[in-house]
């Protein structure tokens, strides 16, 4: 077991542990950093879709008045990455095989000046659960760190209950989602895709034959990789050694972050 971002990692696996892998962008002593855990009743591969449809924002999180992208994916040593061009989106996001997603978030009116990037860590518990561990970073120092940590306490307390029972709520037409004012809750983004992922059942089952577009492109290469891989464990041949990309943040950063 290691403690190493704040979180507990341990390795499950038979023999002698391989060398951890570090994330030495988010390692900073000072940094603001932010740490979700949370257990959804929804099957691992809900929240792969929900991760990779990057379209979604531009209906589910409609507080951020993003138009709908035009998305792209492609494999890569680590996984997958998205590219999602249109207003609002500047940078690509990244699927790391087989359970971790990062991404950076734009600066906001009122809150951080900088852009933030986070990782969460995807974690099936079985068929109808998974959790999530997540860490969000903000790449502060001193004073101004101090600053911003006193605006996220204040936000924060403006959450008069628990976020998953407000999602609860509105999946059981207790609530309205026009209910939903982003002043009001400040985890506004997880309980929109808390109800739309439970609210597909434990395991998502579709109504209507599926009909991927252009848009789920990313869902679609996934989905791909998952299947290969899957067909490879079970007939014994070996599985792809996945590799975070060192230039991860770098591409990031050229493309609207300001972590240097
Ligand atoms: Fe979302």
């Not at 204040?154 to 976020?163: G, H, I, V």
């Not at 992922?197 to 998952?226: C, N, T, Y």
Request: hydrophobic share 35%; charged share 25%.
């Amino acid at each position: 077991m290691r403690e190493y971002l704040g979180l507990i990692f341990a390795y499950l696996g038979d023999g002698e542990p391989p060398a951890f892998p570090l994330l030495p962008e988010f390692d900073h002593p000072e940094y603001v950093i932010k740490h979700e855990v949370s257990l959804w009743p929804c099957n691992y591969f809900t929240q792969l879709d929900n991760s990779m449809d990057q379209a979604h924002t531009a209906i589910v999180h409609w507080q951020f008045q993003r138009g709908v992208p035009t998305v792209s994916a492609e494999e890569t040593e680590g996984g997958a990455v998205v590219n999602v061009v249109g207003p609002g989106y500047r940078n690509p996001s990244y699927f790391m095989m087989p359970n971790a997603h990062e991404w950076g978030s734009p600066p906001r009116l009122g809150g951080k000046n900088k852009w933030s990037y986070a990782r969460g860590w995807r974690v099936p518990v079985d068929d109808e659960h998974h959790c999530r561990f997540g860490i969000d970073v903000v790449p502060m120092t001193g004073e101004e760190a101090d600053r911003y940590r006193q605006q996220q306490a204040e936000r924060w307390a403006r959450a008069t209950r628990p976020w998953m029972d407000v999602a609860e709520d509105v999946i059981a037409g207790r609530m309205s989602p026009r209910d939903l004012k982003p002043e009001d809750y400040p985890d506004l983004v997880n309980i929109q895709d808390y109800i739309a992922q439970v609210a597909l059942g434990p395991i998502a089952r579709q109504p209507f034959p599926e009909r991927l577009g252009r848009s789920d492109a990313a869902v679609s290469l996934v989905r791909k990789i998952w299947e290969r891989e899957l067909t490879a464990l079970a007939a014994g041949r070996p599985l792809t050694k996945w590799r975070r990309p060192d230039t991860l943040w770098t591409e990031i950063s050229a493309s609207g972050g300001d972590l240097q």
